[in-house]
Nanobody, 113 residues
Framework: QVQLVESGGGLVQPGGSLRLSCAAS????????MGWYRQAPGKQRELVAS???????TYADSVKGRFTISGNNVKNTVHLQMDSLKPEDTAVYYC???????WGQGTQVTVSS
C-alpha cells in the first residue's frame, strides 16, 4: 500500500503563487511517474503536470509557462510551483503515483479576489 500526503493548497488572489507538495510512502517498489491532476466543480478531472523517473515532464497547455513541476526520486516527493494563478485554476488538486493508480486526498486551490 502506498500513501500520498499533500500540502500547500489555499486561497490566493489572481496573479499570486502557491506551491503544492506531495510525499509518497509505504510499499513503494518503483515509481514511474508522479504528478498532479485537478478537478473543478462540474468538470472532469484533468492532468495538470507529471514527471517521470527519467525526468520527462508533461504539462497541460493551460498551465504551460506558469506552473513548474519538480520531483525527487530518492525522497519520493513531487512539488508543483504555481505562478500567475488565474481564477480558472480553482480546483481540487490531486497528487498521483504511477504505476498503481495511487491518489492523494486532494488539496483545495482557490484563486479569487
Amino acid at each position: 500500500q502506498v500513501q500520498l500526503v499533500e500540502s500547500g493548497g489555499g486561497l490566493v488572489q489572481p496573479g499570486g503563487s502557491l506551491r503544492l507538495s506531495c510525499a509518497a510512502s509505504g510499499s513503494i517498489l518503483s515509481i514511474y511517474a508522479m504528478g498532479w491532476y485537478r478537478q473543478a466543480p462540474g468538470k472532469q478531472r484533468e492532468l495538470v503536470a507529471s514527471v517521470t523517473s527519467g525526468g520527462r515532464i508533461t504539462y497541460a497547455d493551460s498551465v504551460k509557462g506558469r506552473f513548474t513541476i519538480s520531483g525527487n526520486n530518492v525522497k519520493n516527493t513531487v512539488h508543483l510551483q504555481m505562478d500567475s494563478l488565474k481564477p480558472e485554476d480553482t480546483a481540487v488538486y490531486y497528487c498521483f503515483v504511477a504505476p498503481g493508480g495511487y491518489w492523494g486526498q486532494g488539496t483545495q486551490v482557490t484563486v479569487s479576489s
